[in-house]
Nanobody
Framework: QVQLVESGGGLVQPGGSLRLSCSASGITLDYYAIAWFRQAPGKGREGVSAVSSSGASVTYANSVKGRFTISRDNARNTVHLQMNGLKPEDTAVYYC??????????????????WGQGTQVSVSS
């Protein structure tokens, strides 16, 4: 059974940092493109960042460019999202997702086969 589990969320002050992790069981993430999506209260889900299966291609939403970094840790079957310079508008539930297509995409949710349950990120003073 495939399972993705997000961790690392929490409450942080504006300007702070968090590192989210997406750990997998039942699949080897090396063969999957991985993306992070988020959903804020009362809003639709949006793509935040994605990395191709090879790690050679990454993409970010304009709203997080320069602040967030996605990385793969294949030895631990985990993908991280380092979030720096957090803003109140980053408050959302963050989900990781795995796609059997190798290309990183944050706009085509239908490409993603497996989804985690989400982790809450709250940015507030």
């Amino acid at each position: 059974q495939v399972q993705l589990v997000e961790s690392g969320g929490g409450l942080v002050q504006p300007g702070g940092s968090l590192r989210l992790s997406c750990s997998a069981s039942g699949i080897t993430l090396d063969y999957y493109a991985i993306a992070w999506f988020r959903q804020a209260p009362g809003k639709g889900r949006e793509g935040v960042s994605a990395v191709s299966s090879s790690g050679a291609s990454v993409t970010y939403a304009n709203s997080v460019k320069g602040r967030f970094t996605i990385s793969r840790d294949n030895a631990r079957n985990t993908v991280h999202l380092q979030m720096n310079g957090l803003k109140p508008e980053d408050t959302a539930v963050y989900y990781c997702a795995a796609s059997g297509f190798t290309t990183a995409s944050i706009t085509e949710e239908d490409l993603y086969d497996y989804w985690g349950q989400g982790t809450q990120v709250s940015v507030s003073s």
